[in-house]
């Protein structure tokens, strides 16, 4: 009987986002939750995504997911989870550490084929036929853990998800069909990526009246962006950032 679970060498992590390092862990209660969809929110739950605004290979990263009892914890946060749910999940995973990990490692491969999905639908392309695939699988497993009975409000019935406590991949489960309700939903074509200033890459849904939202968040990426260019304005007399340099610029806000 081991608990390496909970230490882990991050080594083993770090083919997690597409061979980045982790640079940083971040703190889930701090975690900003700009998405505007739980599937999105989830996705963001890695900091900067980069490569996906630039194109360049990507850099290290800040993580906030490094082990299953951070998956929990993240389902609180993001008020998935009751504190007595996540109390029975975490001594589930106590109890079946082998079986944690497996499912922290999938929701990983799932959260970075969301990214993939969602980000190639907002640069206008087609998602990769292997990620459908797997989401596709993924939301048929979800399916089959809900049962159709009748509505508790008004005639017809609904979806009603009563997992064992002990269901370790339950928190995924919202989160699938999140994801499969904005990609069949006509308003994924407002998935956009921030581009912050070429440091961001967060997915965020633009529900603004003129779909012209263009940052993950007006406070941070929008500000950050805007004293760039007034930088540039008075140091240089021109209109626009060069682009060229990231004096002091470290992807935080
Ligand atoms: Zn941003």
């Not at 409000?153 to 002990?166: K, S």
Request: proline residues 4%.
């Amino acid at each position: 009987m081991t608990h390496d679970h909970e230490q882990r060498p991050l080594s083993e992590l770090q083919s997690h986002v597409a061979g980045k390092y982790i640079e940083a862990i971040g703190d889930i209660e701090e975690l900003e939750l700009l998405g505007g969809r739980l599937c999105l929110d989830f996705v963001n739950t890695v900091e900067s995504r980069s490569d996906l605004v630039t194109g360049e290979p990507p850099k290290g990263y800040k993580e906030y997911l490094m082990n299953y009892e951070d998956l929990v914890h993240w389902g609180g946060h993001v008020q998935l989870l009751s504190a007595e749910q996540q109390t029975a999940l975490l001594q589930a995973a106590a109890r079946m550490p082998e079986a944690a990990h497996s499912c922290f490692e999938r929701a990983i491969a799932f959260r970075e084929t969301l990214c993939r999905v969602f980000s190639a639908i907002a640069s206008g392309g087609a998602p990769a036929a292997a990620d459908l695939e797997a989401v596709q699988s993924a939301y048929m497993e979800t399916m089959a853990q809900g049962q159709l009975a009748a509505a508790t409000d008004g005639a017809g019935l609904a979806w009603r998800w009563q997992p064992p406590e002990d269901a370790l991949d339950q928190v995924l489960w919202p989160v699938v069909r999140s994801a499969v309700e904005l990609l069949t939903a006509p308003e994924v074509a407002r998935v956009k990526v921030c581009p912050g200033v070429g440091d961001c890459g967060w997915l965020f849904l633009d529900t603004s009246k003129n779909g012209r939202r263009r940052w993950c968040s007006m406070e941070s990426c929008g500000s950050r962006v805007k004293m760039r260019r007034y930088y540039a304005r008075t140091h240089t007399g021109q209109a626009e950032d060069s682009g060229g340099e990231h004096g002091g610029d470290d992807g935080k806000d």
